[in-house]
C-alpha cells in the first residue's frame, strides 16, 4: 500500500540556518504530495502542495519540489526562524477503497530552532 | 471562525465508558473525514463521508467505532466500551470535493485519554 517515509527528529538547528526534511513516499498512481504543520497545542495546518511531477509548491520561504525519479518530496527553507518550530509532516493522497482520496501521512519530524 | 471546529478538545473517560465526540466542519464542504493520530504519530485514516454517505470506514479499528453525519454537515465520532489503546487525538477534516488535490482543513483535534 502507500505509504510516506520521513527522517526522524527532533532536528535542531540555530536561527537562520538551512532546514532540509526529507520525505520519500511509494505509492501507485500519480498521488499529490503535501507538507503539513503542527504547532504546539493547535491541529494540523497546510503548509504547501504539489500535484505533478518537477512540480514546486511554497509558502512562507519553505520550498519541496515533487521528484517522481526519486519519489521524493524533501522541505526545504533558507533561514529558519524560532517561530519555525513545529512538527512537520510530509503526506500523500492515496486511493481509498472507493476512489476516493485519502491523505497518507509520515511520522512527522519535530524541529527545534534556538535563538 | 470559519475553520473546523472539534468538541470536546480533552476528553477523560474511565475504560468502558461510551464516548463521543464531535466534528463541525466547514460550511459547505461536501467531504469530512476522520483520523486518529497516536502519540508520537502521523494521523491516520479512520472514515470518510462525502455528504451523508459513509463511502468508506476501512481505517476503523474495531466494531466499537461508530461515525455519522446525517445531514451531511455536523459528524459525529462514537466509541463504545473504550479502552485504553483508544486514547489518541482524533482529528477531523474538510475539504470542499474528494479530488487528489484538494487539500484537507484540519481541526484542533479532541484529545481521549483513557484511564
Known amino acids: 500500500g502507500d505509504s510516506v517515509t520521513q527522517m526522524e527528529g527532533p532536528v535542531t538547528l540555530s536561527e537562520e540556518a538551512f532546514l532540509t526534511i526529507n520525505c520519500t513516499y511509494t505509492?501507485?498512481?500519480?498521488?499529490?504530495l503535501f507538507w503539513y504543520v503542527q504547532y504546539p497545542g493547535e491541529g494540523l495546518q497546510l503548509l504547501l502542495k504539489?500535484?505533478?511531477?518537477?512540480d514546486k509548491g511554497s509558502n512562507k520561504g519553505f520550498e519541496a519540489t515533487y521528484r517522481k525519479e526519486t519519489t521524493s518530496f524533501h522541505l526545504e527553507k533558507g533561514s529558519v526562524q524560532v517561530s519555525d518550530s513545529a512538527v512537520y509532516f510530509c503526506a500523500l493522497s492515496g486511493l481509498g477503497s472507493t476512489g476516493f482520496q485519502k491523505l497518507v501521512f509520515g511520522t512527522g519530524t519535530r524541529l527545534l530552532v534556538s535563538p | 471562525g470559519a475553520g473546523v471546529s472539534q468538541s470536546p478538545r480533552y476528553k477523560v473517560a474511565k475504560r468502558g465508558q461510551d464516548v463521543a465526540l464531535r466534528c463541525d466542519p466547514i460550511s459547505g464542504h461536501v467531504s469530512l473525514f476522520w483520523y486518529q493520530q497516536a502519540l508520537g504519530q502521523g494521523p491516520e485514516f479512520l472514515t470518510y463521508f462525502q455528504n451523508e454517505a459513509q463511502l468508506d470506514k476501512s481505517g476503523l479499528p474495531s466494531d466499537r467505532f461508530f461515525a455519522e453525519r446525517p445531514e451531511g454537515s455536523v459528524s459525529t465520532l462514537k466509541i463504545q466500551r473504550t479502552q485504553q489503546e483508544d486514547s489518541a487525538v482524533y482529528l477531523c477534516a474538510s475539504s470542499p470535493e474528494s479530488g487528489r488535490n484538494q487539500p484537507q482543513h484540519f481541526g484542533d483535534g479532541t484529545r481521549l485519554s483513557i484511564l
Open positions: 505509492a501507485t498512481g500519480y498521488p499529490s
Open positions: 504539489a500535484t505533478k511531477a518537477d
